[in-house]
Nanobody, 121 residues
Framework: VQLQASGGGLVQAGGSLRLSCVAS????????MGWFRQAPGKEREFVAA????????LYASSVKGRFTISRDNAKNTVLQQMNNLKPEDTAVYHC???????????????WGQGTQVTVSS
């Protein structure tokens, strides 16, 4: 599965961004799609994930209530709407395709390039 992420940018605290990830290739083998982020000097962190079919989703506690993950199967696209952004949300965001609905990056076997999200205070 090949993944192409987009939608990052610079926004003030309290603002919103929407990330998009388009999947191509062997998408029928994908069970879940996820977003992870990594800030400079920090470990990669799980953000959200969604089943490719059925829509069940999972969120990190730090973003629950502010971020919403969704998918458009017809367009092979996963979206992440990010509202009420905070400076601590600043990171490179990566989308990934995996074999389980989980926050463990080891269960995701295809990764897209990152998109930078910067939130100013």
């Amino acid at each position: 599965v090949q993944l192409q992420a987009s939608g990052g940018g610079l926004v003030q605290a309290g603002g919103s961004l929407r990330l998009s990830c388009v999947a191509s290739g062997r998408t029928f083998s994908t069970y879940a799609m996820g977003w992870f982020r990594q800030a400079p000097g920090k470990e990669r962190e799980f953000v959200a994930a969604i089943r490719w079919s059925g829509g069940t989703s999972l969120y990190a506690s730090s973003v629950k209530g502010r971020f919403t993950i969704s998918r458009d199967n017809a367009k092979n696209t996963v979206l992440q709407q990010m509202n009420n952004l905070k400076p601590e949300d600043t990171a490179v965001y990566h989308c990934a395709a995996g074999v389980a609905l989980t926050g463990s990056p080891e269960r995701f076997n295809s990764w897209g390039q990152g998109t930078q999200v910067t939130v100013s205070s």
